[in-house]
């Protein structure tokens, strides 16, 4: 029997989609740059437009990751962090990519507040005030490349543009991907309104193969993946904070196989005890602003597995002191990190 990766939205779900590309997000600037306030649904039409005007194909145009999850299981206490868009794009060449970071940072004088002289307002300006993160990848499998918007609650507006990307997904329950294009469709046409009878029909895919599966998981808040040695870091970094959030292995026989196979994906990627110390500091800045006791509650997962060396992670100016790998492979494999995708390591630099 084949899997079925696709569903349509129901109309909660369109509502709640709704309600999330017409919140306003703030983008804060460093330093005296102002707040830009940006809807999603408008940056992702300009953005859009601009990169089809300057002869990108843009196939089309997603919502991804935990904000995914949120629009099809809200009601299951489902939230999220960043709001990842994903624009399907051709790259063919090197070129493209600085077409694309130059046609991003130009979208982004659209939002200035009125007053502020545009004209002086640089590509380079634009980044150091707004971008957060900046990764490039380009390589046989994989070419995309990522601009993070600034966000001081860690909200962080993630705009993706994909043209290969080889694995799209770590677990099961972050496998959802919600296709935009009919509702961009909606908004330009002015006079139109959201309405049971009016609404566009809206398609989610899951990246995991079956939908349904993954669903379950999902509102159920259960931990499933699959060849987990495809995914750069192994996605330890997610497992542990999945189990820290109360999800559980839907089979814990399983997934203890699965962890050794995590675990060495993660030493083969991180091999140097400086870079590992980095990845848990990073995902730590990332997913736990502002949740001090979720942090230390994650690091006290950490601690379980029987760490060996000691990891200092800055909290109000006081270390955590986390134990790390064991030299046992099943023991370190229990929990642990999966480093985000770095730039600097596989990466090209802007």
């Known amino acids: 029997m084949s899997e079925v990766r696709f569903s349509n939205l129901t109309w909660d779900q369109v509502i709640t989609l709704d309600q999330v590309l017409d919140e306003v997000i703030p983008i804060h600037g460093r330093g005296n740059f102002p707040t830009l306030e940006v809807k999603p ?3 992702i039409h300009v953005v859009k437009d601009q990169l089809i005007e300057q002869g990108i194909i843009v196939k089309d145009t997603r919502l991804n990751g935990s904000i995914a999850s949120y629009v099809l299981a809200r009601r299951h206490g489902i939230s999220y962090k960043d709001l990842d868009v ?16 130059d046609a991003v940072l130009g979208c982004l004088l659209d939002f200035l507040p009125k007053g502020v002289k545009k004209e002086k307002m640089t590509s380079y300006i634009m980044q150091e005030a707004y971008v957060q993160k900046l990764v490039k990848i380009y390589n046989e499998h994989d070419r995309w490349s990522l601009i993070s918007l600034s966000n001081n609650t860690g909200k962080n507006l993630e705009l993706k543009f994909v043209s290969s990307l080889k694995r799209q997904f770590e677990f099961s329950v972050d496998s959802f ?3 935009l294009n009919p509702m961009l469709d909606f908004y330009s046409d002015k006079n139109a309104k959201l309405t049971k009878e009016c609404c566009p029909v809206v398609i989610a895919e899951s990246m995991y193969g079956d939908f349904q599966e993954a669903m379950t998981h999902l509102q159920y808040k259960l931990i499933s993946t699959r060849k987990p040695e495809e995914i750069r870091g192994g996605g330890l970094l997610k497992y542990c904070d999945l189990l820290v959030h109360d999800f559980k292995p839907v089979c814990i026989f399983e997934m203890k196989n699965l962890e050794r196979y995590m675990c060495s994906r993660f030493f083969i990627d991180f ?21 001090e006791k979720s942090k230390y509650g994650y690091l006290m997962t950490l601690h379980g597995v029987g760490f060996c060396r000691e990891i200092h992670c800055e909290s109000d100016g006081l270390p955590y002191q986390v ?4 030299e046992t492979p099943t023991q370190a494999a229990l929990k642990g990190f999966c480093g985000e995708i770095h730039c600097e390591s596989d990466g090209l630099p802007y």
């Open 41 to 43: 649904k408008d940056i």
């Open 86 to 101: 994903v624009f399907g794009v051709e790259l063919p060449s090197y070129q493209e990519f600085h077409i694309v970071k």
């Open 177 to 179: 991907q919600i296709i």
């Open 271 to 291: 091999p140097d005890e400086v870079e590992q110390q980095r990845k848990i500091e990073s995902y730590l800045h990332n997913h736990f602003i502002g949740e």
């Open 323 to 326: 134990p790390t790998w064991s």
